[in-house]
């Protein structure tokens, strides 16, 4: 069964600090990854997504995130944090062939100034 | 466009209470989805309709139907409610092309508690 991995529960970064999130998938041959964010209150958001091609994918406000099969891992970066990233982030993989998708358990960022 | 919206925002229900969550989509997507978010376990799955007249169940669907009422629409019911469904629950839709995955489109959550 597909499984996807964020080890970190939460993090604390200062504002204007970098940020790197984790992230590990399983399913292996033909990931579909994809990292959402979700703020207070909210429904999840869509920041990036991987299919194939170039394994560095940008995304909005700012986040890019590498793909690396040999360690199974999409992490999600930023070089430079804002407060408003404060939110809680998500790691998603579906396969092909079928349109469920697993998500982490989550991330939650928390920026001090 | 609205995108996906969920009625009721909020519900607090009595254990064996009967309730239905509703869902909608303007973005003329086939695949429609309802999960539940606990606290430390993400989303999970509970039902999913990758087209109209046509549903499959997720990962947690134990106490729950759904009824994929036509395009627009996937209601989600819980027909004897207990407390251990109470979570906050998302509605999603997306457009998938052949074998290609989409992202999906977020509802913003009903919060339900079942005391």
């Known amino acids: 069964a597909q499984s996807v991995t964020q080890p970190d529960i939460h993090i604390t970064v200062s504002e204007g600090a970098s940020l790197e999130l984790r992230c590990n998938y399983s399913?292996?041959?033909?990931?579909?990854l994809f990292w959402y964010v979700q703020s207070p209150g909210q429904g999840l958001q869509l920041l990036l997504k991987y299919f194939s091609g170039d394994t560095l994918v940008q995304g909005i406000k700012g986040f890019e995130a590498e793909f690396k099969r040999s360690q199974s891992s999409f992490n999600l970066r930023k070089p430079s944090v804002h407060w408003s990233d404060a939110a809680e982030y998500f790691c998603?993989?579906?396969?092909?062939?079928?349109?469920?998708?697993?998500f982490g358990t989550g991330t939650k960022l928390q920026v001090i100034p | 466009n609205a995108g996906v919206t969920q009625t009721p925002k909020f519900q607090v229900l009595k254990t064996g209470q009967s309730m239905t969550l509703q869902c909608a989509q303007d973005?003329?997507?086939?695949?429609m989805y309802w999960y539940r978010q606990d606290p430390g376990m993400g989303l999970r799955l509970i039902y999913y309709?990758?087209?109209?007249?046509?549903?499959d169940k997720g990962e947690v669907p134990n106490g729950y139907n759904v009824s994929r009422l036509n395009k627009r629409e996937f209601s989600l019911r819980l027909e004897s409610a207990a407390p251990s469904q109470t979570s906050v629950y998302f509605c999603?839709?997306?457009?998938?092309?052949?074998?290609?995955?989409?992202?999906?489109?977020f509802g913003p959550g009903t919060r339900l508690t079942v005391t």
């Open positions: 399913y292996g041959a033909t990931p579909y």
């Open positions: 998603a993989e579906a396969s092909g062939g079928y349109q469920k998708v697993t």
């Open positions: 999603a839709s997306s457009e998938p092309t052949g074998r290609l995955v989409h992202e999906q489109y």
């Open positions: 309709s990758a087209s109209e007249g046509t549903t």
């Open positions: 973005m003329n997507h086939n695949s």
